[in-house]
């Protein structure tokens, strides 16, 4: 009876699969996720009082740095189109890292009446009768980490005149607070009189210039945070005409912006819809996405062994309604492991997903990848099986764990001289633990072994660095555009390089560069421009 079960079972398997593959990719349910503004709801509010305060305090300033000759005493009146007041430090470079919560609220009635310049609802007002007045752009997947490792920068949109700055505020609330609470905050003037604010950043972070000094557009200003009145890692940016501080700008030209119409004051103003696959991730827990510190697991993982699980993360931005994501697994020789299709049925300006699967035992040692088709673009991200060498980026945060557990860890490194044990430093976190971190580790540890001795008499298996980068292309094809490569930094000579095919476009090196090795795909090019040199050390 249970040989006939099981026989059952199968054929009714075989019948399943071969209904699937005759109606196309197999479409699989996710084992978790959902939408990330339920968790998050990213909000701010500056209070009335503080408002006039920092009013005062700017016009104070004016007053100042005017009578110093600091500030032009004649405007531009058509001098300013904002660039994007964002971008990832060196080292990051996710395919999205931020979204949109809310715009300015165009409808001064509340609460609960809603319209911002694209005639839609994104934004919010709160029945003490604040109207949202700016743009608030979160960091976007795993905003908490992205602070703590200073990922995301906040940029001057324009040139101008600092004529305004705090600082020292804490900038972990992810509530609004219970009490007054001020933001750290930059406020720029421009050569037109506009005057842009950037809030909400990270204690600590902002430029070392002084009130009155110049910035250029680009340069750096500070890092998100979550300072002030404030429920997560954002910027709030808030722009004025001129200094009366008594008519909003609202960046975003639409049918329904009834503050400058049709103008839009950004050099090239985004859609309202940017559907974009933020980050694919490979965790081994599930991952937890919060408004909180605490709450937040993102539980990385990039080395596995044989019949582990393995969660596979997934996270959007503007997901929409009839979408299609194809997430597929290959193995080391690139022959497909696992592949299926996840279909959306409901829009989300910010959603996660994860999916897990055990690993087969035994699995093919080397670099598998995970890959996502989404929006005709495709991401992915490598892990490690058994004793492969990790492929880590130069500059890198990035953990690694021990295959074994026990009561007692000691993680080991080698050098080229024989292992030794090794403790938390600038370089190592959590060296007596099942988990260490590296912590921009430079490209020179390139071969360099680590390995964890567990209860005192058993090593974990070793695991070896290599420091690779692959061109993606995002920005365009330029070799020494950081932008360009999945690292987030122009590869050096210690870097394996590797150009795969189906890009848009392929890397042309316009400067002298260097690589520790250089592989290309089938049909991938590489052009070196005349009277340049692209030395290949190994």
């Avoid at 006939?4 to 196309?24: A, P, T």
């Avoid at 150009?499 to 520790?516: D, I, K, L, Q, W």
Wanted: proline share 4%; net charge neutral.
């Amino acid at each position: 009876m249970n040989y006939l079960r099981k026989l059952y079972s199968l054929v009714l398997f075989i019948v399943i699969s071969l209904v699937s593959m005759s109606q196309g990719i197999l479409t699989k349910e996710p084992g978790g996720g959902g939408n990330y503004r339920s968790n998050a709801a990213i909000a701010d509010e500056i209070t009335p009082a503080q408002r006039t305060a920092i009013i005062s305090m700017l016009k104070n300033n004016e007053t100042s740095l005017r009578s110093q000759g600091l500030l032009p005493q004649r405007f531009n009146p058509a001098a300013t189109l904002f660039e994007w007041p964002l971008k990832q430090a060196l080292g990051s470079n996710d395919r999205g890292y931020y979204g949109i919560s809310n715009y300015i609220d165009q409808n001064l009635s509340y609460p609960n009446l809603l319209l911002d310049y694209n005639c839609g609802n994104r934004t919010y007002d709160q029945a003490s009768g604040y109207n949202h007045k700016g743009t608030d752009i979160f960091t976007w997947p795993f905003s908490w980490q992205k602070m703590q490792r200073n990922g995301v920068e906040i940029i001057a949109a324009a040139p101008g005149v600092i004529i305004g700055k705090s600082d020292g505020n804490f900038d972990q609330n992810c509530t609004f607070c219970s009490s007054a609470c001020d933001w750290n905050a930059l406020y720029v003037m421009h050569a037109d009189g506009s005057i842009a604010w950037y809030g909400h950043m990270k204690s600590g972070s902002l430029t070392t210039k002084l009130v009155g000094n110049t910035v250029t557009a680009g340069e750096y200003l500070g890092v998100v945070g979550s300072s002030g009145n404030s429920t997560g890692p954002h910027l709030h940016f808030e722009v004025y005409t001129n200094s009366t501080y008594t008519q909003l700008v609202d960046p975003w030209a639409g049918n329904c912006n009834s503050m400058n119409g049709l103008t839009s004051w950004w050099a090239s103003q985004e859609p309202y819809y940017v559907p974009t696959l933020n980050k694919v991730m490979t965790h081994g827990a599930a991952p937890a996405t919060a408004n909180c510190p605490v709450g937040e697991q993102a539980n990385e993982k990039v080395n596995f062994t044989s019949g582990q699980t393995i969660y596979f993360g997934s996270y959007y931005r503007d997901q929409q309604n009839g979408q299609q994501a194809v997430h597929t697994v290959y193995r080391p020789d690139n022959s497909v492991y696992s592949s299926w299709a996840q279909n959306f049925t409901t829009y989300y300006s910010a959603s996660w997903w994860y999916y897990f699967i055990t690993l087969p035992n035994p699995a093919p040692d080397g670099t598998w990848r995970y890959e996502i088709l989404y929006n005709t673009k495709k991401t992915t991200q490598r892990f490690a099986m058994n004793t492969a060498a990790i492929g880590v980026c130069n500059g890198s945060i990035t953990p690694l764990f021990s295959n074994l557990s026990g009561a007692s860890y000691q993680w080991q490194e080698d050098n080229g001289g024989g292992f030794t044990n090794i403790s938390d430093n600038s370089l190592y976190e959590g060296t007596g633990t099942s988990r260490i971190q590296l912590k921009q580790i430079p490209s020179v540890y390139y071969g360099y072994q680590y390995r964890c001795l567990v209860n005192g008499n058993s090593y974990s298996n070793s695991i070896s660095l290599k420091f690779e980068t692959y061109w993606t292309g995002y920005k365009n094809n330029r070799w020494d555009e950081p932008a360009n490569w999945s690292c987030g930094n122009i590869p050096d000579a210690n870097t394996d390089v590797i150009v795969e095919s189906g890009a848009t476009s392929y890397p042309e090196v316009n400067v002298n560069a260097f690589c520790r090795t250089l592989t290309t795909a089938t049909g991938a090019t590489v052009t070196v421009k005349p009277g340049v040199n692209l030395t290949i050390v190994k």
